[in-house]
């Protein structure tokens, strides 16, 4: 089974502070994305990888960066973390034309 | 532009059957996926259609229409556990991005 892992569940952090969320994926898939997820709308992309050290804008890429060094690693920034950026965030990994399988999400709160 | 439309929200008693309607209006189609996710937990997937027509899986079923740009999840013999909120995605030509819609949640009541 396809394991996606996040390094927190749950987060608490200050306006101003850099943030990072892991993701590690254990299946080689080439694809991995961050989502966020919000009440009244649903699930929305902030960035989409499909290889190493390659990355793609999504819908709502602002103030958030990625970084992508290892094929199984994936990390979210938030440069300066503001708080319309609480909310729950979800990592996922597919390989080419493949259905995405999500980790566990990390609830983000910023205070 | 690029839309999906489903039901906010949908009850249904337990042992019945329930249809959650998706339309979507984008630009190009490879794909349409649907994911369960129970409040608090990962989307988990479904089903999957690129072909007009029903795919059907144990208890849940899915359709599509591509000249309708409409599908279907279709829930039989529903179980209190199936309450959890249901996802459509469309997957557009040369992209493995999703588009997703808002979700619908259903809860079954005994």
């Known amino acids: 089974d396809v394991k996606v892992t996040q390094s927190s569940r749950y987060l608490v952090k200050r306006t101003g502070e850099k943030v990072f969320l892991e993701c590690v994926q254990d299946?080689?898939?080439?694809?991995m994305f961050w989502y966020r997820q919000d009440p009244g709308l649903g699930l929305r992309l902030i960035y989409f990888s499909y290889d190493v050290k390659m990355k793609e804008k999504g819908d709502i890429p602002e103030g958030y960066s990625v970084s992508r060094e290892k094929k199984e690693r994936f990390s979210l920034i938030l440069e300066s973390a503001s708080t319309n950026q609480t909310s729950m965030y979800l990592c996922a990994s597919s390989p080419p034309e493949g259905r995405q399988h999500f980790g566990d999400g990390t609830r983000l709160s910023i205070l | 532009g690029q839309n999906i439309d489903q039901p906010t929200e949908m009850t249904a008693t337990e042992g019945a059957i329930v249809q959650i309607n998706c339309t979507y209006q984008t630009s190009g189609f490879n794909g349409l996926f649907w994911y369960q996710q129970h409040a608090g937990e990962a989307p988990t997937f479904l089903s999957y259609n690129v072909l007009d027509g029903l795919e059907e899986k144990g208890r849940f079923s899915s359709f599509l229409s591509r000249s309708k740009g409409y599908s279907y999840l279709l829930l039989k013999e529903l179980q209190m556990k199936d309450s959890a909120s249901y996802l459509c995605a469309v997957r557009a030509p040369n992209t493995d991005k999703l588009i997703f819609g808002t979700g619908t949640r259903l809860q079954v009541f005994p």
């Open positions: 299946m080689d898939h080439e694809n």
